[in-house]
């Protein structure tokens, strides 16, 4: 890859972001309006998610839009094509496809250094270095914008201890992203990315999904789509009867452990599939990661048996001292990133909608909201939803005066 | 009916009663719980609850736990042998099978005249008597739980008002009351109830579902699992996107009536389905309402028409003067109370349990709140669905201090 | 029922055939060609069907179409109102309804005794009569159809043993038949008959299916809809590999008797579920028969055991030896039938309209035929198919010469 | 991919192989019977099926079991690290991936030029090809086995025209077949394919499925899982009323095109799809073919306007005269074949077990048959479905005496 030539590079990146905005008009309708409104123009605003043809499309709606654009992301989640077309349509890039987490912190560290204004976040760890280790940028940045639930929970438990000094707009509580990108899209893709990871077919097996959130209840619906017989693990007892009530049977991972063929962590949560769990479950059991990360599988003690073994693309088997295997997808990274081209474009076309409102929404008005979460106003999520349904040709049944009065007594 | 000897009609009802005891076992621990705590031991609890033997449970246990007990329903609601029943038990009961609204109005009054402390209401009805006729007793009521979504609405217009003088717990905004009763209880049943009155299939239909809440989702699932093409008419821009994401059409129904062959109102909104729409229908439209009630088909206008003929048990022919013809089911009321037996018994036990806990609630605590609508606490709620899961042998994960760290900081 | 004068009878049983017949608009079709062409004429046909509006259509149509029709059906099948009205329009009837098995014999006898030149049975009953005490009448008879899988498959047998002596089209066997009639309606009317008869749901629930057939499909297809969890109890490796694939467990039932909340025994098979496997099932487990008949269940067992109460309308409840109760619904007879409107009216129309072609057919060509079991010609099939998807408004792409010419060489 | 050294190519290969071998139990089963029972030693077995590892295990089965192995496949369906795999085991290759039209037709001659015994065909290309240029192979051949519906087809065909003068086994007629391969199989990879291609989402888009055979249902099927709103274009009345229960639209596809989003070609037949529907279809539309071939689309005219740009790997865009756009995938061949790797592994375990058993059915009894197209027995069938259900741990209730006398004369 690296001996491409870089004119080729950004051809294939400028093609393959071109598919993408084919499948984005709601973000081409926020883009026109952001530039109308020339809101942007000016700011600094650094975008810090996974780097692929559809953020790409954000990136450059911001900038069209305006905004003086820098885009940083992980070495592992970095497509090079994509970072260097960005590079060549002139916003600041700071990804390298395949670096290693040393230079990731440096590109990180750089990425701060151009002092956005506006940062719009996946997983908060960029807002959360800038607190650690960039004080300055804290106190002049407008705001933020978190992508993810994973992201969000943390921001929360730093602004309940009183840490968080900035207004964080929480793009991933809107309706218009859990509802779409978190249900149907994680869901769908991290299914359909499994089946075209491995070849296989989920028909006839039991597949145990590890929490019941949005991501969860999406995966669960597509594998028992497939055939497959779904088991729910939960620690939370609605969830749970919402499990039963979806036809999914409801266990405890230690008690479903056993029977697991497949099991997908949906949690984003650190440890929620122990090295106990693995003891339990039979030989050659599929393990993966759906929407949040390798941090919610014993990654660490299986790296540490030095008994692991690629035998197939993406595709890692490790020896257990029991003798028994487990064939980890993508080292348990969220696998629809890890090892396939993320969320489908149309859900994200929603959230990077809503990420781009957000931004407008900070150059506006938060940045002179106290520090804290907030949500997404229900009139962005209107327009965004009103965007898609329009390009879908569907249409809503007026709000008249009648039905708004009798809303209200009947 | 009337005729039939009161023993016989006694015998029947605690049969029936003994029926959907024997389902709601989460009923039966908050029944014991409720006694050994005493709590409501000489309180008069009024039940305003559509009168079958699932309400009649909830009743009984109240009874039971030591509470005064008067119940009140509407005549085209209850149920002679159930009421019987229970007035054979020892309840105070306000209901006679059959009644005419000028007797019902009456023995409302009289329900309310027995001077009920606690008020579990179905559509904010007595609730609303009350503040307009019973001014002393809404000063000494201790509060009130109401169950529906078309109740909730108005007591909280009220309340934006001024004018609730009274705490109430919005059972209705549970997750373990709407997202089963009414997303898999009254979605099942008003579809199974349409099916069994007219003995069609769904099958090849399409079949028109205006409102995409709870209940219009469960109404849209099932269809859909039974060969429907559902037809998704909303007011509101994310559900439709909801319901386009779930696989159907989203069209307003001014749009969608042409091609309806059945129509579902499942909005709870007076007047959602107009006299436009219908003369916009296909000649033999079914039509009926789910979850709500009558006021939201024109049934005024068609009644006015004087053209309706019986052309089955539970569906009535009328001729609208364009010709065509329109099938209305059980006079517009919501079908699976009118002509079947209501919600499921498993799906009444979560609710019905959430209405004696809200009681206990009342008793123990709310009656020092000020007036408003409030939500049932959750560890009521995971109280409730801990119950269900534990008779299921279903199992929860244990929630390990690590777990529950992780979920601050991940 | 029997003290009701007859003309209201009468009167009602019309009012529930006009219904039906809304519902029908290829037997319609159907029955207006029989006219037209002549060829009922002056012959008799015998309905040996479950005497319901929709059979009822049927027998109308044949009548309308210039046959003498007689019609008969045990007591135990028989809505009275609608055997009235018949005999009211000129047709012969030989059923009563609540008939005593000895009883129904005589009526049985009386109408083969009217001497019918064609006869259209359902479970084969009347043909195997017909062979054992009416010699004379098999000898005359043009020919025969049947309905049902659980009738053509003893008289495959009967053919292979040299004793079928007569025609008989196997009218189950028509795509147009097993597809629609099996699959979706008694699939979906046994569920919506069970959930209707016990107010319970399926959420949740582990339903074991007892044979993967057609029907077995239906019932699977539609519980797991429900939100069940489906056991699949097969003797076939084949089906057992399918029902697999469609997200089931598959176990045989001796394995899965011991966690069955609900059994649908859907074999068509006598004996196949056995006093061993009820053993072996939890306290208050239900039971019951789709498609098929009680003889599937071990009822005389269950009777012996003189514990049988009635716990509610259509649900008797057993005591077992071993103090374990089974609930078994409409004392094991198919549900839909028993405690509900059988089949749904659109698929009747398909399988009735069949029926009177099969009719048609044994009138104009089969009576030529060596005695056997014979399809319906795909050509009658196609009939069916086309009236009614033209009923539907949909609509086909044409057969051009170059596709046919493709559908050879490609 | 040619200057990578041959050593690698291999060991990817087999690291490829072993893979789909893991997940292939009934063919190792198979495998070791032939071995055991000695049949197929000495014999020359040719191989014609898509080169990919689920098919190089059936070939290195056969080589294990003492079968003198050649295997033939077109460059375009060519895995070369595969075939260069099977090379170093020992086998005869002649297939080159990137072949162009000539030089497969040199390699398939080539091929038959080893004299194969038994020929296992897919599209029935290579037993027309012997047919028409090699008579001597032909009159010395012991038979044939053919994979897929359009190849079984034309040598029906040929049989009704006498032209066949070989016995071949219909391997795709088998239940243990097309139930899962085409149903669940292909429907399943194709869909898939197209997320994966296209990065898009199906939810909330009109899919067109021409032809509802076994593929077709199971491409509408997972479409539908999946939130597409499903029509379906058939020229058979009773497919027609199959999809139309099963919650499709029904229409031609002249009717259907205007209001397409993505067309799926699922018919197996030449020109299903015509230059006149590709007019009639909005802009943007997709276009691919599942199970069948590019001959089902208008290639030709496509191809002949000069337009086609590939804006996608894979993903061709064609400018049409109106100016309206066509996007079609893999230049329209089956794109889970042309573009993701076929059926999942599973699904093809069992119809290659198939193959094999056919092979081994050629050697011992079919040798003798005189020329036709017979179906694989029962009992094969059945040996098939019953190693898989082992492998999965189902068991099945045991047909004993009772149940087999009931079912002669129930």
């Not at 942007?40 to 790409?56: D, F, I, Q, W």
């Not at 396939?340 to 474009?345: K, L, R, S, T, V």
Request: charged share 20%.
């Amino acid at each position: 890859m690296t001996s491409a030539p870089v004119t080729d590079l950004v051809a294939d990146g400028d093609r393959r972001i071109a598919w993408a905005q084919r499948g984005m008009p709601v973000l081409a309708s926020v883009r026109d309006r952001l530039a109308a409104g020339n809101v942007l123009t000016g700011l600094r605003v650094g975008v810090g998610l996974v780097l692929e043809p559809k953020t790409a499309s954000l990136a450059l709606a911001l900038h069209a839009a305006g905004a003086q654009v820098s885009v940083h992301c992980p070495g592992r989640s970095t497509t090079q094509a994509v970072a260097s077309a960005l590079g060549a349509a002139g916003l600041q890039v700071f990804a390298e496809e395949g670096a290693c987490a040393e230079r990731d912190a440096e590109l990180a560290r750089a990425f701060l250094g151009t002092g956005p204004d506006i940062l719009l976040d996946d997983g908060a760890c960029l807002i959360r270095m800038a607190h650690r280790e960039f004080p300055d940028l804290i106190a002049s940045m407008l705001g933020a914008a978190e992508e993810t639930t994973s992201g969000v929970r943390p921001l929360r438990a730093m602004h309940q201890d009183g840490e968080l000094r900035l207004p964080v707009i929480a793009v991933n509580d809107a309706r218009t992203k859990y509802l779409f990108d978190n249900l149907y899209g994680t869901g769908q893709s991290c299914v359909m990315a499994l089946l075209d990871i491995t070849n296989l077919q989920l028909a006839g097996r039991v597949v145990v999904v590890v929490g019941y959130g949005w991501v969860g209840q999406g995966v669960a619906r597509h594998a028992a789509a497939l055939g497959a017989r779904v088991v729910v693990s939960e620690i939370d007892a609605i969830r749970a009867l919402q499990a039963l009530h979806d036809g999914c049977r409801v266990q405890s991972l230690t008690d479903a452990a056993a029977d697991a063929e497949v099991v997908f962590a949906a949690t984003g949560i650190a440890g929620a599939v122990t090295r106990a769990h693995l003891a339990a479950m039979p030989d050659g059991v599929l393990l993966c990661t759906a929407g949040g990360g390798s941090f919610e599988l014993p990654m660490t003690y299986l790296d540490s048996l030095g008994t692991g073994t690629p035998v197939r693309q993406a595709v890692t088997e490790y020896v257990l001292p029991t003798g028994r295997t487990v064939l980890v997808i993508g080292h348990g990274d969220c696998l629809n990133c890890s090892d396939a081209e993320g969320n489908p474009i149309e859900v994200m076309d929603l959230s990077l909608s809503l990420q781009a409102l957000a931004a407008e929404c900070i150059a506006t008005e938060a940045r002179s909201w106290p520090p804290g979460v907030y949500p997404v106003t229900s009139q962005l999520e209107t327009a965004v939803a009103l965007a898609r349904l329009r390009h879908e040709g569907a249409t809503l049944e007026l709000l008249t005066e009648e039905l708004s009065a009798a809303m209200r007594s009947c």
